[in-house]
């Protein structure tokens, strides 16, 4: 079955709410009608009411089955007990007067419901670029048990095709350990959409080619995730060009011993430079549909979106968003 198929046949009738901060934005109103139609979601959209309306005539869409939140104008104590929560949180870092500031905003409100349990989810980012759209999961959510970062994952997909490429998101200049952790992450999410993950570690060098403190963090970061995920030691490898690690021929002729190259389907960059710009070439260049990003390592699920998204791409992330919650 269809991977959207099953994901959906998941969430059905779960009720998850997902909140979405850039209600006033077409694509985020038509997405959400069709989710809630279709009987996946409750979405909660949140806006300025009249900026909210303007957009539902202009488009003729009916939002009257769908709960809207303009956070000027939300409930005084309410809004008071989301102050206190977020003070709380942040645990001396934030004043309750930056706070009420920050619940102005609509994506700090939308985690704050996300963080309090009103809403299981969260999908921003059609509007807001991702420092905007992620920043508030970072400070508020935080990280999962056993994740000490968050990083961002694509699933790029053509026909029957798919692959896992990271991190294309967050971090912007990374480590070995920290591209280690995105490996392990990236593994697991590849497992969660069906795909039994072959790890490169990519490099402009394979296996020692060229020499560098660049290649050598790589290097490095192929041995730490082989030992901090014993697992899936056989399934990581590194550091290796994306032709050894997609290309049987090339691979044969570069790194014949190992056990990934020529198979990868699941793609660390070694910074973010090169994760974004991959994913776009591959999407824009390539006719990828480009899936996320998906934010791995959050302890509640936060989905950023490409500015450049359309609404079935909102649709589709809601519903990943809304797996995540299950
Ligand atoms: C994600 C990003 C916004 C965080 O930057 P920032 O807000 O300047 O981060 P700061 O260092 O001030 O940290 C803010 C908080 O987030 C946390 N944080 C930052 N990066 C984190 C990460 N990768 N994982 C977990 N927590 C993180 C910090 O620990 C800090 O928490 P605290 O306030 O409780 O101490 C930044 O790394 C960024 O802009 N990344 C690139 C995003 C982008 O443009 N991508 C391309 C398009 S998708
Ligand atoms: C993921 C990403 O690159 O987002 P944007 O296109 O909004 O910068």
């Known amino acids: 079955m269809e991977l959207f198929e099953q994901l959906k046949n998941k969430i059905t009738g779960q009720n998850k709410t997902i909140v979405f901060p850039e209600g006033e934005d077409p694509r985020i109103q038509g997405a959400a009608i069709r989710l809630a139609a279709d009987n996946l979601i409750e979405p909660i959209l949140l806006g300025d009411a ?5 957009t539902a005539q202009a488009h003729n869409f009916d939002l009257s089955n769908i709960e809207t939140i303009d956070p000027a104008s939300y409930d005084k104590n309410e809004l008071a007990k989301l102050n206190a929560t977020l003070v709380e949180r942040r645990k001396g870092k934030t004043d309750a007067e930056t706070a009420a500031k920050w619940l102005q905003n609509v994506n700090y409100f939308g985690t704050m419901l996300v963080y309090t349990g009103k809403a299981d989810g969260m999908v ?6 991702t420092g905007d759209t992620v920043r508030p999961a970072l400070q508020i959510i935080k990280t999962a048990p056993g994740s000490s970062r968050i990083s961002g994952a694509f699933i790029m997909q053509k026909g029957e095709e798919r692959y896992v490429f990271a991190d294309a998101a967050i971090n912007i200049d990374i480590d070995s350990n920290t591209m280690a952790e995105i490996a392990i992450q990236s593994a697991r999410t590849a497992q969660v959409f069906d795909i039994e993950p072959k790890v490169a570690m990519l490099s402009f060098s394979t296996k020692g080619s060229a020499k560098s403190p660049l290649v050598d963090k790589v290097a490095t970061a192929t041995a730490l995730a082989k030992k901090l995920a014993p697992e899936l030691a056989d399934s ?3 550091e290796l060009q994306f032709d050894a690690a997609f290309v049987e021929s090339v691979a044969a002729a570069k790194a014949p011993d190992s056990k990934v190259a020529g198979k990868a389907n699941t793609f660390i960059f ?3 430079e ?7 070439i591959a999407q824009r260049l390539g006719g990828f549909e480009a899936i996320g990003p998906i934010l791995q390592g959050l302890a509640k699920p936060v989905s950023d979106l490409s500015r450049g998204a359309n609404e079935e791409d909102v649709y589709k992330v809601a519903i990943i968003t809304a797996a995540q919650a299950l």
């Open 270 to 272: 070694p910074s973010l």
């Open 124 to 129: 921003s980012g059609a509007v807001h670029p």
């Open 236 to 238: 990581i490898d590194g």
């Open 274 to 280: 090169a994760g974004n710009i991959g994913y776009k």
């Open 50 to 54: 009249q900026e909210i309306s303007k």
